[in-house]
């Protein structure tokens, strides 16, 4: 990266760019949902989705009407107003510069920036606390093995609050299951989502639907499972990956014992209990070899 590309970046963090669109003529949209900011233009009447990545204190915008016009403010900038790389370097600046120089662009940006419409800075500060909790999930979700960016959120369901992170890994009080798709070729029943996830990510390759009973199935569960299995369509496996302890080994029984005419095949984890436990082992080693790489290179 050359210095040019570095303070362009740089600038484009420190510079807002909910408050730059808004000097360029863009409102906040009266379909704004709690958490989301969508931005129109008063002249063309485009919007734009915008979200902050609250880590690097970066926002970026996504075009509803064209998918592949997205980016920083710097790319805002170089596409709509046709900067070439280093006259978009000194626009940041001098919008960045609270002594007064610069641009009339910049100089209008300031001024937006100063009063900034008490909707829009709403919207500002609910956006970023959502992405603040669904930031705090994620990490919480990464204790337990799953890397950032992996999960089916469609699957699975998304996660953005701590009731999400608590959904995924506790045992649930009545059946639960993943969503299913059409080229499913397989039923894979664990104890609990946290398992179906660590599953998926070692066997699952996009074609499997997922149970969790827990570990103590009360008898709605039961019957409600004993449906499910005698509805399983034909061609369709039925997974038992159920733990390698004494909890998983009774409920293989309790389940075969539900729909004893079902094929079912067994199928444990090598490492841990657990699906989970296995993910969150191989996750740690990941991470140690990682350093020791790292080390190395140093």
Request: hydrophobic share 40%; charged share 30%; glycine share 8%.
């Amino acid at each position: 990266m050359d210095i040019q590309e570095e303070l362009l970046q740089r600038f484009a963090r420190m510079v807002d760019l909910p408050a730059y669109l808004g000097s360029r003529g863009f409102a906040l949209s009266e379909q704004h949902v709690a958490g989301r900011i969508s931005m129109i233009s008063r002249s063309t009447g485009e919007t734009l989705r915008l979200e902050k990545d609250v880590e690097r204190g970066e926002w970026s915008y996504f075009s509803k009407q064209d998918p592949s016009d997205r980016g920083t403010v710097a790319d805002f900038i170089a596409r709509r107003e046709g900067l070439a790389r280093n006259a978009c370097v000194d626009r940041l600046a001098a919008c960045c510069d609270w002594r007064g120089r610069g641009s009339a662009e910049a100089t209008r940006y300031r001024a937006f920036l100063r009063a900034v419409p008490q909707d829009l800075a709403r919207a500002m500060r609910e956006h970023e606390h959502a992405r603040l909790k669904a930031l705090g999930a994620t990490r919480a979700l990464e204790r337990f093995g799953v890397q950032r960016g992996t999960l089916d959120e469609w699957r699975f369901g998304g996660v953005k609050r701590d009731a999400d992170v608590t959904r995924i890994v506790s045992e649930p009080a009545e059946l639960w299951a993943s969503k299913y798709r059409p080229g499913d070729r397989a039923v894979v029943i664990v104890e609990r989502p946290l398992d179906a996830v660590a599953y998926e990510r070692a066997h699952g390759r996009q074609q499997v639907c997922y149970l969790a009973t827990g570990t103590k199935p009360d008898d709605e569960q039961r019957r409600k499972l004993a449906h499910v299995l005698a509805e399983v369509p034909g061609g369709t496996s039925v997974v038992l990956a159920f733990g390698r302890d004494d909890a998983g080994h009774r409920m293989v029984a309790e389940v075969q014992a539900l729909a004893p005419l079902v094929r079912m095949e067994r199928h444990a984890p090598a490492l841990g209990p657990r699906w989970a436990d296995q993910m969150q082992l191989e996750r740690r080693h990941a991470l140690s070899m990682r350093r020791v790489v790292v080390g190395l290179e140093r």
